[in-house]
């Protein structure tokens, strides 16, 4: 039996993104078609004949990220730093991404922090690696999870603090309709999550209050 069970699960394994078959733009298009009809419209009357068309073209840059390798950014780091090996932080990345349960956006910022241990990496590739992992359909805690082990096994940092905080419409349009509600995750490894101090450090100086 337990041979049966290991079988069917690796056949429901999920299929990486190289495996799955990318429908066509046309397909992609007659689908916007019909989503407009579902909802109510006429998809052929003059103000939605180039919609599918611009639907499609919109999805392709807000989910671009499915087809950029965040490790690419982060290969090359910068070791002349004059011994530099305090804590480094980009604070408040803008971001939006796209609930993986009803497509609506989330909008929010990140905070990311390391202790580097041989190098420091470019400052704009955190918020590159921020970018591709949100222009996804997301979770919250997921996309939390998937920067911090991006930059974690990359850089191997002596620690990382990764804070998102950010405002879902699937709350404030749909289901409960609270405006104004924010989300805060946050993800710690190796000198921030062994030391309390580090983390409280790192909430100050995310909240602007320094050191």
Same mark, same amino acid.
């Given at each position: 039996?337990?041979?049966?069970?290991?079988?069917?699960?690796?056949?429901?394994?999920?299929?990486?993104?190289?495996?799955?078959? &990318? %429908?066509?733009?046309?397909?992609?298009?007659?689908?916007?078609?019909?989503?407009?009809?579902?909802?109510? /419209?006429? %998809?052929? &009357?003059?103000?939605?004949? /180039?919609?599918? &068309?611009? =639907? $499609?073209?919109?999805?392709?840059?807000? !989910?671009?990220?499915?087809?950029?390798?965040?490790?690419?950014?982060?290969?090359? *780091? #910068? /070791?002349?730093?004059?011994?530099?090996k305090d804590i480094v932080m980009v604070r408040?990345? %803008? !971001?939006?991404?796209?609930?993986?349960?009803?497509?609506?956006?989330?909008?929010?910022?990140?905070?990311?922090?390391?202790?580097?241990?041989?190098? =420091?990496?470019?400052?704009?590739?955190?918020?590159?690696? =921020?970018?591709? #992992?949100?222009? &996804?359909?997301?979770?919250?805690?997921?996309?939390?999870?998937?920067?911090?082990?991006?930059?974690?096994?990359?850089?191997?940092?002596?620690?990382?603090?990764?804070?998102?905080? $950010?405002?879902?419409?699937?709350?404030?349009?749909?289901?409960?309709?609270?405006?104004?509600?924010? *989300?805060? *995750?946050?993800? !710690?490894?190796?000198? !921030?999550? /062994?030391?309390?101090?580090?983390?409280?450090? #790192?909430? *100050?100086? =995310?909240?602007?209050?320094?050191?």
């Amino acid at each position: 039996m337990d041979a049966v069970l290991n079988t069917a699960g690796k056949k429901l394994k999920r299929k990486s993104q190289n495996e799955l078959s &990318r %429908p066509s733009r046309e397909q992609a298009e007659a689908a916007v078609r019909v989503l407009l009809a579902w909802a109510g /419209d006429d %998809p052929v &009357r003059e103000g939605l004949l /180039d919609t599918p &068309r611009r =639907v $499609a073209k919109a999805y392709e840059q807000i !989910f671009g990220g499915y087809f950029e390798d965040p490790a690419e950014h982060l290969k090359r *780091t #910068f /070791d002349d730093v004059g011994g530099y090996k305090d804590i480094v932080m980009v604070r408040a990345i %803008p !971001f939006h991404s796209h609930c993986e349960h009803h497509v609506l956006p989330f909008v929010g910022m990140a905070h990311i922090a390391y202790y580097p241990a041989e190098g =420091v990496v470019g400052l704009s590739k955190l918020a590159r690696v =921020v970018d591709i #992992f949100a222009k &996804r359909l997301q979770t919250q805690e997921n996309l939390t999870a998937q920067i911090t082990s991006a930059i974690d096994e990359q850089l191997a940092p002596r620690g990382l603090a990764v804070m998102l905080e $950010a405002e879902h419409q699937c709350m404030t349009m749909r289901g409960v309709q609270k405006p104004g509600v924010s *989300t805060i *995750t946050t993800q !710690f490894t190796g000198l !921030f999550q /062994d030391e309390p101090a580090e983390q409280a450090k #790192f909430m *100050t100086m =995310v909240r602007g209050g320094g050191l």
